[in-house]
């Protein structure tokens, strides 16, 4: 695989000083390549210059750092991506013959949806972007005579099986936004007549009663699984774990651990210290220690760097931002084929997140999670940059089930009317929680703060804001003096923004400094 990659890689401005290696033992002598360094050379040449072969699909996410990634495939890679996607939901139990419903924010531009149309697999492919999606996709998955398997982001199996085994909840929620939006009187009924026609609500739960797969990706599945158990007692849920840049990384091919197998088939991985990688992103010439896959140990613990072939564009050396730990360096399961049984051996991992601050939703320490949605404290600056008089904040997760949020600010002043600024910063916190990336009639269905979500509590309960005197930011000076002093690296001098407690007791004592300032 590295022959494949370095052969053609030089080709490229972006690996102009690589040269040709075979041996994965040389891997560790090659500088780091980071997507900021592609997206430099993409906005200075141009991307047709940067790219080996004429893409023939992209995918793109708006990353950690708020800044979109494109990343390119050519036509060849599409199908190798296809078929070694097939390859792996072969080993964990999907059938050419099986009937799938795949439902996601983007539909037939995942990659689900890709190896579906590629191999022109029986189901359905429904988009989940809006209202009128939501309803459509209802309406056809309902018509289907058997789904065998499924593919989705976790908390949707939740909200559909609810939609399901209790359409009234959901019809209400249609009528509502049917009468918002159309003022004239009876049309408003004849409209929400019409759309939520042809829809078996009957035929829907009895076909995914008997639904014997579950694939879930972009959010943790362990907090979700004793819900999903009971809600579908005969599927047999498998976790994904990949990304834009790598399409899986890998995948729960056995269920008796709550692990994902690393498949390295299509990828070489190494972990690394989020601050080595920090060192080589401020300087490209800076050769990062790692830990190559094949030196792993049980409880390692770092961020995950990829390499990878690509015509367009391979990844040599690539963070991708995400912490794993390794659970078994050499985990052996046994997967059952038609006429014979396999054994396969791969190192075993578990996603810890990203490694920028990130939060989990009552969910271990598996993914930056609320209410199904990854959490970066990116995201938190953007919804409290146009409030004004903010120096600070930090946010606390309480575990529970469900845990809360606790949003501890720090004002620039004295706050003149503490409870209106409270309610800015609450209401602007919740509305990005909430629009980020969901599907609009399904937060309704959950995340409404006049009705139970999916957890069980409302909505507004789970989000609480504590406004401390300015005075408190001493406590934060002193703190980031003693760490320059110790001479912690540069991202590591502010103390962490985003921290995980278990219980109310806990939180009282992390905050008790800062509230009496």
């Known amino acids: 695989m590295l022959d494949q990659i370095t052969a053609a890689a030089s080709r490229s401005p972006v690996y102009s000083k690589i040269g040709h290696i075979t041996d994965v033992s040389q891997l560790s002598k090659l500088p780091m390549t980071s997507y900021d360094q592609i997206q430099a050379l993409f906005d200075q040449l141009g991307a047709e210059n940067v790219l080996l072969e004429k893409p023939h699909i992209f995918w793109y996410t708006s990353g950690s750092t708020g800044k979109q990634k494109k990343v390119y495939y050519s036509e060849a890679d599409h199908d190798v991506i ?15 013959t099986d009937s799938a419903w795949v439902f996601t924010s983007t539909g037939g531009d995942t990659l689900f949806g890709r190896v579906l149309n590629k191999y022109d697999l029986p189901g359905l492919i429904t988009t989940l972007a809006s209202e009128m999606d939501v309803i459509k996709a209802l309406r056809n998955a309902s018509k289907l005579e058997r789904i065998d398997t499924t593919v989705g982001v976790t908390w949707l199996y939740l909200v559909i099986h609810k939609i399901a085994h209790h359409p009234q909840e959901f019809q209400k929620i249609v009528q509502k936004l049917v009468k918002d939006k159309v003022k004239i009187p009876g049309l408003s009924w004849l409209i929400y007549r019409y759309l939520m026609r042809g829809i078996d609500y009957q035929n829907l739960a009895k076909t995914l009663s008997k639904t014997r797969l579950g694939f879930s990706h972009a959010e943790a599945l362990a907090p979700y699984i004793p819900k999903i158990k009971a809600a579908y007692p005969k599927m047999e849920m498998h976790d994904v774990f990949g990304a834009t840049e790598q399409w899986v990384q890998a995948i729960q091919v056995s269920t008796e651990h709550n692990w994902l197998s690393f498949f390295l088939r299509y990828s070489i991985p190494e972990l690394a210290e989020p601050e080595e990688v920090l060192k080589a992103k401020q300087d490209p010439t800076y050769i990062p ?10 409880g390692m613990r770092g961020e995950l760097i990829l390499t990878r072939p690509g015509e367009c564009l391979p990844l040599i050396r690539y963070p991708t931002g995400d912490m794993i730990e ?4 050499a985990y052996k399961f046994t997967v059952k084929l038609e006429t014979t049984s396999l054994d396969i051996t791969l190192p075993a991992i578990m996603s810890l997140g990203r490694a920028t601050d990130s939060v989990d939703y009552d969910s271990g320490d598996q993914n930056g999670n609320f209410f199904g949605f990854k959490v970066y404290s990116r995201q938190i600056n953007d919804a409290l940059f146009k409030i004004p008089n903010i120096r600070w904040w930090e946010l606390y997760h309480i575990r529970g089930s469900p845990g809360r949020f606790i949003f501890l600010v720090i004002p620039e002043a004295p706050v003149q009317s503490p409870r209106e600024f409270q309610a ?14 969901a599907v609009d009639t399904g937060r309704q269905f959950i995340l409404d703060g006049s009705v139970a979500n999916g957890n069980g509590a409302p909505h507004k309960e789970l989000i609480e804001v504590v406004v401390t005197r300015p005075e408190a930011y001493n406590v934060i000076d002193r703190e980031v003096k003693r760490r320059m002093k110790e001479g912690r690296a ?4 502010k103390p962490k923004r985003i921290i995980k407690v278990e219980n109310e007791a806990e939180f009282k004592r992390l905050v008790e400094e800062k509230l009496k300032a």
Do not use: C, N
Not at 289 to 298: G, I, M, V
């Open 424 to 437: 800015e910063i609450h209401a602007s916190l919740t509305k990005t929680f909430v629009e980020y990336g």
């Open 82 to 96: 296809a078929q070694g996607f097939m390859q792996l939901l072969y080993l964990s139990g999907v059938r050419v």
């Open 289 to 298: 220690k790692t830990t190559p896959w094949y030196e792993w140990k049980k």
């Open 490 to 493: 540069m991202g590591r001098q």
């Open 326 to 329: 390794v659970m078994d360096p």
